[in-house]
């Protein structure tokens, strides 16, 4: 079994840990952090070092490749540029969990996660560095371009397309014939029943656009949720529950 290493010692980290393990192509050695401490234990995997410790820890381990597991995707993004830079032909891995459904001529891109319970319909095309959350499904024709997401509980009809480096949040539905441009985030429990341009917050049920979104801000951060919660409540004054 080939050697990997998972760049990034966190809680999403242990779900791809698990993926890898579940799936059984793979042993994963350890994690690499360039903020927790080396040498710490991680989910009983020792973190290795940094990005800047791959070299080493490659020819020292053996390592066959690995997965960047961060859950925000410009971030994952700008680590996984940055593992280009030090070792050009690292090879990334794609991690598909075995409780998962593919369906026929479905493409899958170096590099991306499919969580346990995810459904990818006939025809449909991941890109690279995805991210298939816990039960989200894609359905027939769906396009995920490069370093997109879905979050756990998302549900997509059919003829999708996701532009690049956009996040589609917890339990959004989102009916057939959608398009969401590049950079582009559409909230928690929405129902997108129209196109959302690039560079776009959206959300509600149905879904509004809220504002325009600047390249690499935070979605996942629990501050910057509940700033948008208040936005949206001021824009519509509407009085709900600010979670």
């Not at 381990?61 to 859950?71: D, E």
Request: with cysteine; hydrophobic share 40%; proline share 3%.
């Amino acid at each position: 079994m080939k050697n990997v290493v998972i760049f990034g010692a966190s809680g999403h980290g242990s779900v791809i840990m698990d993926c890898i393990e579940k799936e059984g192509k793979y042993k994963t050695i350890g994690f690499l952090d360039s903020i927790k401490q080396k040498g710490i234990e991680h989910n009983g995997l020792e973190i290795l070092g940094s990005e800047y410790d791959l070299p080493f820890i490659l020819h020292k381990y053996k390592v066959f490749g690995g997965i960047v597991a961060i859950g925000d995707n410009w971030k994952r993004y700008q680590v996984v540029q940055k593992i280009k830079k030090i070792t050009p032909r690292f090879r990334f891995i794609s991690v598909i969990h075995p409780n998962s459904i593919i369906g026929n001529n479905v493409r899958i891109g170096e590099g991306t996660a499919i969580m346990p319970g995810v459904i990818i319909n006939t025809n449909s095309k991941v890109g690279k560095h995805c991210i298939l959350n816990t039960f989200s499904s894609l359905d027939h024709d769906g396009v995920m371009q490069d370093f997109s997401s879905l979050a756990p509980r998302v549900g997509i009809g059919g003829n999708f397309f996701l532009g690049k480096y956009s996040a589609i949040c917890l339990g959004a539905r989102i009916i057939e014939n959608i398009k969401i441009g590049q950079h582009s985030v559409i909230g928690a429990g929405s129902l997108v029943l129209r196109s959302v341009p690039e560079h776009t917050l959206a959300y509600g049920s149905p879904s509004k656009i809220i504002r325009i979104r600047e390249i690499g801000e935070v979605y996942l951060d629990s501050t910057n949720h509940r700033l948008n919660s208040y936005l949206h409540y001021k824009h519509h004054k509407t009085v709900f529950r600010i979670l």
